[in-house]
């Protein structure tokens, strides 16, 4: 029984991925003890505040970083530092920053929701959005000229919910940030590659804790010295209400020192959905298959292809039952429409494969009511 079935909850297998509805990630075992004796501890938070930046920078190869709650967090952050500095008068006031560069450029394509609004979290920090150009369509023109003295930041957010094309390049806003000498923010928070953006030149990039990481819930910001201490400073204002615990920058630091040597076992996730597949492709109906994920990301995902005269209900149905039943399980299912559900073996505890395909065995037999 886990925790959370104990409290009363039901049990939830994730087969779909670094969710947040779904609780992100499962930390390894060092990062649940790191948690553990954390809590049951004290510390001088300023001086784990500045370690958890120095262990960020050798991470990410940034020259500081600053650790958050999360990666929405880290926008609202990231824009109170480059509004207000290191002054504490303006740290103070935010999020009213009138008469203060408060203006953050966006491009409208990349203005999403990603479980909450994006210019939400910018708002919170100061931030006032300037959306440039049209959802499908931005030139540089329109960047340019939607700078002006009010200016603080250009901001990029790199995400699969935002359109992919028709956008400026992460190196045009660069290089138009440094020419106009405007700070470029960078949420990178779903993204796998802690170095590239820093590498690219970007002064801030954020990114969640609890997804590729794979570490507690929380969130980290690297980039320039200055605007991490200035990061860091915003804790005496609107960064408060958005705290990260003792607990959560040393299982932080756990996570982000076990990430540089962690080899993510693809073999063995392979194995597991080939085992996976040859179980259910002798269920009526379906037809499984190991399939790379579609933007080429090392992710080896089963596709469970649903024929519903056969199987006697649509994949629809078949994910439906899956998600209300005890446990509930919760599968991939961005193609359902053409009758496929997949599932994700990042996210499955031990053995939870084996109880999908006899939960599927279950419902196919059960039909339709
Ligand atoms: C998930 C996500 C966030 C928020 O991350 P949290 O760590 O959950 O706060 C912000 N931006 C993008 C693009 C995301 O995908």
Redesign the pocket.
């Given at each position: 029984m886990d925790v959370f079935t104990r409290l009363g909850l039901k049990q939830v297998i994730n087969a779909s991925g670094k969710m947040?509805v779904l609780g992100?990630s499962a930390v390894s075992e060092e990062v649940a003890q790191t948690l553990k004796e954390a809590s049951q501890n004290y510390v001088d938070i300023d001086e784990i505040m500045e370690l958890t930046g120095t262990v960020i920078a050798e991470v990410t190869g940034a020259e500081d970083g600053c650790p958050t709650s999360?990666?929405?967090?880290?926008?609202a952050i990231s824009v109170a530092s480059v509004i207000a500095g290191t002054n504490l008068t303006h740290i103070e006031r935010l999020p009213y920053s009138d008469g203060l560069k408060n203006q953050v450029i966006v491009q409208k394509g990349q203005q999403?929701h990603?479980?909450a609004s994006?210019a939400q979290m910018i708002s919170l920090g100061g931030g006032k959005v300037v959306e440039v150009g049209q959802a499908n369509k931005v030139e540089a023109e329109h960047i340019e000229e939607a700078i002006n003295e009010h200016t603080a930041a250009l901001m990029y957010?790199?995400?699969h919910?935002a359109i992919q094309k028709g956008m400026q390049s992460i190196e045009k806003m660069i290089e138009i940030a440094k020419r106009y000498q405007i700070p470029f923010i960078m949420?990178a928070?779903?993204e796998e590659d802690f170095q590239k953006y820093i590498a690219m030149g970007a002064d801030i990039v954020i990114y969640?804790?609890?997804?590729a990481l794979e570490g507690p819930t929380s969130?980290f910001i690297c980039g320039k010295k200055v605007l991490m201490e200035a990061c860091r400073k915003q804790y005496k204002g609107i960064g408060r209400p958005m705290k990260i615990g003792k607990e959560g920058m040393a299982g932080l630091m756990v996570a982000l020192k076990q990430y540089s040597h962690k080899d993510e076992n693809i073999e063995l996730q392979i194995s597991r959905m080939k085992l996976l597949c040859e179980d259910l492709n002798g269920v009526p109906g379906l037809t499984c298959m190991i399939k790379q994920d579609e933007a080429g990301r090392e992710i080896y995902r089963a596709n469970i292809e649903v024929n519903s005269k056969e199987a006697g209900m649509d994949a629809a149905e078949l994910l439906h039952a899956l998600e209300s039943g005890n446990p509930a399980i919760y599968l991939r299912h961005h193609y359902v429409n053409i009758g496929i559900l997949s599932v994700d073996p990042r996210p499955l505890l031990k053995g939870q494969e084996e109880t999908i395909a006899e939960k599927i065995r279950l419902i196919l037999a059960r039909g339709v009511r």
């Open positions: 947040t992100a999360g990666a929405a967090a880290g926008i999403i990603f479980g994006i957010i790199k995400s919910h949420d928070a779903a969640s804790g609890g997804k969130g």
